[in-house]
């Protein structure tokens, strides 16, 4: 069949659900937001939403067929995404407190950067082959996919900005010193606690 009414909106809380949880890209956006603020951030989301609408279509029009053919890429994908992830655990660490001027050390991630993370997290490829493989009828499969990818990167930004938004309004919060760095320190670790599905998944 293709993508009736009831389908679109029941994908519709998918995408809201697994776009507002807690992950790789809302934990930095979170950091983000207090280290520099919501409006420096908004490259970050943007890139977030756009790389994520492009991996769907990507999945959608035959990667996940050639990672099955190919195990060896995507082990080789997860394992680019650990390391990665570990980086960027790192640069929140050492990022901040803001100086007299209010701004932050360091740089934001910018949209570019944000857009390519997404290749390399693993719950971006969860969430994209999950839309893929339940919401997307064979009839209409082309159209179909441009619908989910759409409608998907349409709820992701909001969802992702809660985060970014959240963390804007801490960083008045967290005008200390160093609180700003036990902040940054925690997002760290849970950013490097994510990695967890990726270590013991054989």
Request: charged share 5%; proline share 5%.
């Amino acid at each position: 069949m293709s993508l009736s009414l009831d389908l679109l909106l029941a994908f519709a809380l998918f995408a809201l659900v697994t776009s507002i949880t807690p992950g790789p890209n809302n934990m930095m956006l979170l950091a983000s937001g207090v280290n520099f603020g919501f409006r420096r951030t908004l490259p970050h989301m943007l890139g977030i939403s756009s790389g994520f609408m492009v991996l769907v279509l990507a999945v959608g029009f035959g990667l996940g067929q050639l990672f099955q053919s190919w195990p060896l890429l995507y082990t080789l994908l997860r394992y680019a995404g650990g390391a990665y992830l570990l980086y960027l655990a790192w640069k929140i660490a050492t990022s901040g407190p803001a100086g007299d001027s209010g701004e932050s050390r360091g740089e934001p991630l910018g949209f570019f950067a944000a857009a390519l993370f997404q290749w390399v997290n693993p719950k971006a490829w969860v969430m994209a082959i999950g839309a893929i493989t339940t919401y997307t009828p064979m009839q209409g499969y082309f159209t179909n996919v441009l619908v989910i990818a759409a409608v998907f990167a349409l709820i992701n930004l909001p969802g992702v900005g809660i985060w970014a938004g959240f963390g804007s309004l801490l960083r008045n919060v967290l005008r200390d010193p160093q609180r700003v760095r036990l902040f940054n320190a925690v997002m760290a670790l849970l950013l490097v606690l994510s990695l967890y599905p990726l270590v013991v998944q054989h």
